[in-house]
């Protein structure tokens, strides 16, 4: 790291569970104020609401919070089914947690120092019933370059995770073991990631003052 978090306010949208709730206890343990925001809303201090659906939510949470130093955006709301099954509303709220709900959140609030998105290893790995989460994710790539040179110098990047074991998963019950084990096997780390895996990353982003406009891939070289 080139920098630290020490004193400085970090947004996590979407940091009420999973990743974000880890990149959150992370942050916090780095020496930064943290704020979670979710489109649930809250009366705690710690929290925002926020609705990628509603530009007004945005626009009222930066009023309240005021400037922060760094903003990480977790949302999604993937559409997986086959392309004959889309619907029209799914796919553009699909792109709206991913893409446009993070540059109306650069349109609303002033950020001092970085913007981390996230995307996915499915931008990548094209297969059936994932098209819509493969083009979001790869345009929070094309996101992270475009916002580094227009809100230049604060910092955009995005991590791109493979398969984390991050309790999103857990729903799978007992296929989840099987599941992840699939997923280590097309690996050339032979294991899925961890929660240590993103945070690490995510830490580096944050603080290293040299790296803008890139997306990191986190999947263990998946095959």
Do not use: C
């Amino acid at each position: 790291m080139t920098e630290t978090l020490t004193g400085q306010h970090v947004l996590v949208i979407g940091g009420a569970r999973f990743l974000g709730a880890a990149i959150a206890e992370r942050a916090r343990a780095e020496g930064a104020t943290v704020t979670i925001a979710s489109h649930t809303p809250s009366d705690a201090p710690d929290r925002v609401h926020i609705d990628f659906l509603d530009e007004r939510t945005i626009a009222a949470a930066a009023q309240r919070i005021g400037a922060v130093d760094h903003v990480v955006s977790l949302a999604s709301l993937p559409h997986d089914v086959p392309i004959g099954l889309i619907e029209r509303d799914s796919v553009v709220a699909a792109l709206e947690a991913k893409v446009i709900g993070p540059l109306l959140v650069a349109k609303h609030f002033e950020i001092r120092r970085s913007l981390l998105l996230f995307s996915g290893v499915v931008g990548w790995r094209p297969g059936p019933a994932s098209t819509i989460k493969g083009i979001a994710n790869g345009a929070v790539s094309f996101a992270a370059t475009h916002l580094a040179a227009e809100l230049a110098p604060v910092r955009v990047n995005a991590i791109s995770p493979g398969i984390i074991d991050s309790g999103a998963w857990d729903a799978k019950g007992d296929a989840k073991s099987g599941f992840l084990a699939g997923a280590a096997g097309r690996t050339r780390v032979g294991r899925t990631g961890t929660l240590e895996d993103i945070t690490d990353a995510a830490m580096w982003l944050l603080t290293a003052g040299y790296v803008t406009g890139e997306t990191i891939h986190i999947e263990g070289g998946r095959a």
